[in-house]
C-alpha cells in the first residue's frame, strides 16, 4: 500500500505543464515512463499475491461462518440447560471475539481496496 501511495506522488509530481524547455519536456517523459514501469511491476505483483491468497482468504471466512454457527447451537443448548452457564460464557465470549476478528478483517480490506482505487 505503501509502495502505491508513494507511485501516487510521484505521479502527482509529474508538471507537464510548467514545461519551459525541451530538457524538461525530455525528463518529464523520462519521470512518466519510470513511473508506468514502476506501476507495471506493482500490478504484477498485486496480481500474484492475489493468485496465492485468494483461496486462503476465502477459507478464513468460510471456516468463520461455520464455526459460528456451531457456537449459536451451542449457546441455544446452553439456554435451555442453565447448568452449563461456563459453556454459555465461554461461547459467547468466543462469538464476540470471532466477529470482533471479522470486523478487523473486513475493515482492512476494505482500507487497502480504498487506498488502492486512489
Keep these: 500500500m505503501i509502495q502505491l501511495r508513494i507511485l501516487s506522488s510521484e505521479m502527482g509530481n509529474l508538471k507537464f505543464d510548467q514545461v519551459k524547455s525541451k530538457e524538461d519536456k525530455l525528463e518529464c517523459n523520462r519521470r512518466l515512463k519510470k513511473c508506468v514501469k514502476y506501476h507495471i511491476f506493482l500490478l504484477r505483483v498485486l496480481r500474484r499475491v492475489q493468485k496465492v491468497f485468494s483461496p486462503i482468504l476465502l477459507y478464513h471466512p468460510v471456516l468463520l461462518c461455520l464455526t459460528m454457527c456451531f457456537e449459536t447451537y451451542i449457546i441455544t443448548e446452553c ?5 452449563l452457564m461456563h459453556l454459555l460464557i465461554k461461547s ?3 462469538v464476540m471475539s470471532e466477529l470482533l476478528e471479522f470486523a478487523i478483517y473486513c475493515i482492512s480490506a476494505e482500507f487497502v481496496a480504498f487506498e488502492y482505487q486512489y
Excluded: E
Excluded at 79 to 83: A, E, F, I
Design 92 to 94: 459467547v465470549l468466543y
Design 79 to 83: 439456554l435451555r440447560d442453565m447448568r
